[in-house]
């Protein structure tokens, strides 16, 4: 995507996304739009993060997924028949199967791995596990009735792993 068609999406849409995601967000594009602050709601402007700032919080990103990679559209726990499914990165409309190693999870990709584990005869349940700070209202809704319609065939549960905002 190029730097305009990113900007749009981020700052022409309504967001379900934490203040902190939201700073980070726009620290990466602004520089690349020209825009070097921004206004908080109660006027007073803020700088963009700084590079070094925006390199731990990727670090920050880089542990968190080493330590959860995955390849499989989710992982099972044989013993227990649990399907565990990460949610994590910023939430987006029609991403696909991106993952949070591009730093967004597409909501049409979330609902193709949750429904491979609701169609797996071996998942006995499906467990989300959050750690997001939110993401595009688009896509959003819809998400979340799939989910809600599929507890009637499987028990789902979420569970919010240090951050769970907005669309998450």
């Known amino acids: 995507m190029q730097h305009a068609q990113i900007a749009a999406r981020i700052l022409n849409r309504p967001l379900l996304v934490d203040a902190r995601r939201a700073e980070v967000m726009l620290s990466v594009l602004g520089p690349r739009i020209g825009v070097t602050s921004y206004l908080r709601a109660d006027g007073t402007a803020v700088p963009l993060l700084s590079a ?58 979330l609902a193709a791995r949750f429904e491979a ?23 959003c809704f819809d998400l979340a009735d799939r989910i809600f319609q599929a507890r009637e065939v499987k028990p789902v549960w979420a569970l919010a792993n240090e951050l769970a905002a907005s669309a998450a």
Do not use: C, M, N
Not at 117 to 139: M, R, T
């Open 117 to 139: 584990a609701i169609e797996d005869p071996l998942v006995k349940g499906v467990l989300l596990d959050f750690h997001s700070g939110g993401g595009e209202v688009s896509g």
């Open 52 to 109: 070094d700032r925006l390199d731990q919080e990727a670090t920050i990103a880089e542990r968190r997924l080493a330590e959860r990679s995955y390849r499989e559209p989710y992982l099972l726990d044989t013993s227990t028949g649990i399907a565990w499914i990460p949610v994590e990165g910023t939430l987006a409309h029609r991403q696909g199967t991106l993952h949070a190693a591009s730093g967004v999870t597409g909501y049409d990709g």
